[in-house]
Every structure is written in C-alpha cells, then in structure tokens.
C-alpha cells in the first residue's frame, strides 16, 4: 500500500517507507559490528515485530536465528497494564546465547520491561532490545535501549506492523489516522 491507497483515512506520514529504510540499513551496521564473531538469536514480538523483523534481518551480513513470542497484557482497555502473560513461548534454550529483542514500538515501556527480565532469567549470555519506534513521553518505566530507530510523539500511530483493531499492519511507513476512523 502506498499513502494513495490509504484515500482519507490517512491524516499524515509520520515517517516515509524510505526513512524507515535508511534508519534500518544504520542500525543493521551497528548490529553487525557489535555482535561480530557471536551467534545472535533475534526474538520478535508477535505481531507488530513481523515487519521490523523481516527488513532488519535481510539488512545483516551474517546468519542469524529467529524466534517469536507473543505476549498479552493482562487488564483492560488499550494501555499497558504491565502484567503480562505469555500466549507463545520461545522455541529456543536461551541459555548462553546472545539475545536481541526486536519489537515494533516501545510505548509505556511495560511490556519490554517484564520481558527484558523474563528472558534475563533464561540464563543468556546477553539480552538487548531494538526497536524502530519509542514514545519517550509516554514512558512509565525506563527501559534500556540498545538499538532505537525513532524516537516520535505520543500520537496514535499504524503501519509498519502497527494496527488500529488489526487493520494498516501492512502500510511500509508509519502515519496518523484521520479522526472519522476512530468513530462508528
Ligand atoms: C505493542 C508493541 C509492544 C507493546 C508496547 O504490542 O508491539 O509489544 O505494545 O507497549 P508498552 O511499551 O506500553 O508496553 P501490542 O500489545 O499492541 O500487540 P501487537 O504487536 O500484537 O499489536
């Protein structure tokens, strides 16, 4: 899809398919020259992750493995409650192995802060985070960091892997919706 496709429900681009593009092809080089030498198992958070995913791994130059969670937060509505249950469980031993969590967006920080320290306990070599969005401003716990793409507002935004009621995963960049999409 491209913002023409999106007709009127697309208020604006907040970050074009080739903005997303360059940032990734940066941070793909850094992820080569930190883990260079080790075996590095990339863990996706299903489902927003699948994007960040598919494009950051065909970025590196040496072979990795993929593995996927899903997580659910516990309570209701949409924030992050910071309870979370685990839907599907890795399928790999984490004991000894370097760790990057690779997730869509790091909203209020909870979810990624239970599972920094759930994956943490699994005995790895290294655990580390890298995300393509954050909302600084909307942090309720400091999570760290290694790997950020862009740090952007506390609008609501989709695409890229993030939905509103599961639709616009599948836009290639990132925008707000027109306010007449949130009504019904
Ligand atoms: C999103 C995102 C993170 C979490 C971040 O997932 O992928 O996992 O929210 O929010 P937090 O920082 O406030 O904890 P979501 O629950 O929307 O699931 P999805 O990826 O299946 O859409």
């Given amino acids: 899809m491209d913002p023409a496709d999106m007709g009127d429900d697309l208020e604006r681009v907040l970050l074009s398919e080739e903005q997303l593009g360059a940032r990734l092809?940066?941070?793909?080089?850094?992820?080569?020259a930190d883990y260079a030498g080790r075996d590095l198992l990339l863990v996706g958070?299903?489902?927003?992750?699948?994007?960040v995913m598919a494009d950051l791994s065909r970025r590196l130059h040496s072979s990795v493995e993929m593995d996927w969670m899903a997580v659910s937060s516990y309570g209701a509505g949409t924030t992050s409650?910071?309870?979370?249950?685990?839907?599907?469980?890795?399928?790999?031993?984490?004991?000894?192995?370097?760790?990057?969590?690779?997730?869509?967006?790091?909203?209020?920080?909870?979810?990624?802060?239970?599972?920094?320290?759930?994956?943490?306990?699994?005995g790895p070599a290294s655990v580390e985070i890298a995300t393509m969005l954050r909302k600084?401003?909307?942090?309720?716990?400091?999570?760290?960091?290694r790997y950020v793409g862009?740090?952007?507002?506390?609008?609501?935004?989709?695409?890229?892997?993030?939905?509103?009621?599961?639709?616009?995963?599948?836009?290639?960049?990132?925008?707000?919706l027109a306010p007449?999409?949130?009504?019904?």
């Fill in 45 to 51: 958070v299903l489902k927003g992750a699948v994007m």
């Fill in 81 to 122: 409650s910071g309870v979370v249950r685990i839907l599907k469980d890795l399928d790999a031993d984490l004991t000894g192995r370097d760790v990057l969590i690779v997730e869509d967006i790091i909203d209020s920080g909870l979810t990624l802060s239970w599972l920094l320290a759930n994956l943490r306990s699994r």
């Fill in 136 to 145: 600084p401003e909307a942090a309720k716990v400091e999570v760290d960091v």
């Fill in 180 to 184: 007449h999409v949130y009504g019904d």
């Fill in 25 to 32: 092809d940066e941070i793909a080089a850094q992820i080569d």
């Fill in 150 to 176: 862009f740090d952007i507002p506390t609008d609501f935004v989709v695409g890229y892997g993030l939905d509103y009621a599961e639709k616009y995963r599948n836009l290639p960049f990132v925008g707000t």
